[in-house]
């Protein structure tokens, strides 16, 4: 429901109980059901470029099982955090649902050509580029931050070809990658608190190392 004063919905619509909407609750969290208009998606412009970049986004969403299933037993000990890596993994694979759906419909690619690459992506695994537990949630802040900038980068090309739809998704999308980053910012204060100067030089390291997982 997106009116701030209404009742809290699930995204099929049904109000929640109240106990579950307290506002007075730190967790508390409004869930938001957006309409789209997908169909408009087949009249939409995409430049070849932007596609091409789409589907190298939709590959790296498509490997974060990788990381989130070694992460199940890597965070084992850190109850937040392994919770999160969950509810990562799948939120993540709904931002490669939703590119699929932007490369389908603009006819840069059929189902079956994206079922092909996603199966044909399976044949090669993402490394975790650094090795101890609090670098790897630095790396997932500074991820997921620059991930929401290039999304909303792209949204702007769209924007500027009148692609309207197709820069909604990605807006949403760059929305949620913000709101990772966010958390995992959150983790690393946690970690901070504990050890400053360990966590600093930490800091220091992955961002001294960091890459991306692709370039374009």
């Known amino acids: 429901n997106a009116d701030p004063k209404g009742p809290a919905t699930t995204p099929d619509g049904d109000t929640l109980p109240e106990?579950?909407?307290?506002?007075?609750?730190?967790?508390?969290?409004?869930?938001?059901?957006?309409?789209?208009?997908?169909?408009?998606?087949?009249?939409?412009?995409?430049?070849?470029?932007?596609?091409?970049?789409?589907?190298?986004?939709?590959?790296?969403?498509?490997?974060?099982?990788?990381?989130?299933?070694?992460a199940n037993d890597y965070y084992r000990g850190y109850l937040g955090i392994n919770r999160s890596y969950l509810q990562w993994s799948r939120e993540e694979a709904e931002h490669s649902n939703a590119a699929g759906l932007i490369l389908e419909n603009s006819g840069f690619m059929t189902q079956d050509q994206l079922m092909a690459d996603y199966y044909e992506n399976l044949a090669s695994t993402w490394e975790m580029p650094f090795p101890t537990q609090r670098q790897m949630v630095v790396y997932a802040y500074f991820q997921e931050l620059l991930t929401a900038q290039n999304y909303l980068a792209l949204r702007s090309r769209l924007l500027n070809t009148d692609a309207k739809v197709a820069a909604q998704i990605l807006g949403l999308i760059a929305g949620d990658e913000s709101y990772h980053g966010s958390g995992y910012l959150q983790f690393t204060k946690a970690f901070h608190a504990v050890d400053p100067e360990g966590t600093r030089q930490d800091v220091l390291h992955v961002a001294s190392n960091f890459r991306m997982p692709a370039v374009h």
């Open 19 to 70: 106990q579950e909407v307290d506002p007075r609750s730190q967790s508390f969290q409004r869930l938001v059901r957006v309409e789209l208009p997908v169909d408009q998606l087949r009249e939409e412009r995409i430049p070849q470029r932007v596609a091409d970049v789409i589907l190298t986004f939709k590959r790296i969403e498509d490997k974060l099982p990788d990381f989130t299933g070694r």
